[in-house]
């Protein structure tokens, strides 16, 4: 079974500044992780994914995030927040390469607002 | 615009009655995904199908149920409704089993129950 903690429902930053989103799953076999996020009104948009190869992985909108085994961890970041950065953010995990299970299991998502 | 569509936008509705949910896929997507997004339980995975076939099943209500039709497209119906049962419903889909595949999410359902 797979499992996923994001740490901090809310997250307020400056613009301009480090985002800083934290996830920790759970797997009991290689995991596949997603990073999605959710506009008002709107559904969810894979920001970016990690499946096998680079640990750092690059995504859209200037997002990153780093697969680390050792910890459990796919944390996301991004350098300088902008203003249209304020969204929900879910991290989500599913059953890799050597399982035939596809669903996602998101973490409870953390809300994330840009001060000007 | 991810592709997948879903309607109605907006649904209400009062305790016990029926409603059918519909979603269609990106064209050629095989799997369709139905997902619940509750203040309470935050997004849980509810059903998948591929081509047709039912190939998944998560914390998905008896009082619910699914099918995906010979086009591809799917309905989610929702019987017996409670308000606990007021939620958004996402429909999402691939191109084939996943895996490592991104799952596209439509706009949703809004679903209140009165």
Known sequence: AQSVTQLGSHVSVSEGALVLLRCNYSSSVPPYLFWYVQYPNQGLQLLLKYTTGATLVKGINGFEAEFKKSETSFHLTKPSAHMSDAAEYFCAVSAGPRSNDYKLSFGAGTTVTVRA | ?114
């Open chain 2, 1 to 114: 615009d991810s592709g997948v569509t879903q309607t109605p936008k907006h649904l209400i509705t009062a305790t016990g009655q029926r409603v059918t949910l519909r979603c269609s896929p990106r064209s050629g997507d095989l799997s369709v995904y139905w997902y619940q997004q509750s203040l309470d339980q935050g997004l849980q995975f509810l059903i998948q199908y591929y081509n047709g076939e039912e190939r998944a099943k998560g914390n998905i209500l008896e009082r619910f149920s699914a099918q995906q039709f010979p086009d591809l497209h799917s309905e989610l119906n929702l019987s017996s409704l409670e308000l606990g049962d007021s939620a958004l419903y996402f429909c999402a889909s691939s191109p084939r089993l996943a895996g490592g595949n991104e799952q596209f999410f439509g706009p949703g359902t809004r679903l209140t129950v009165l």
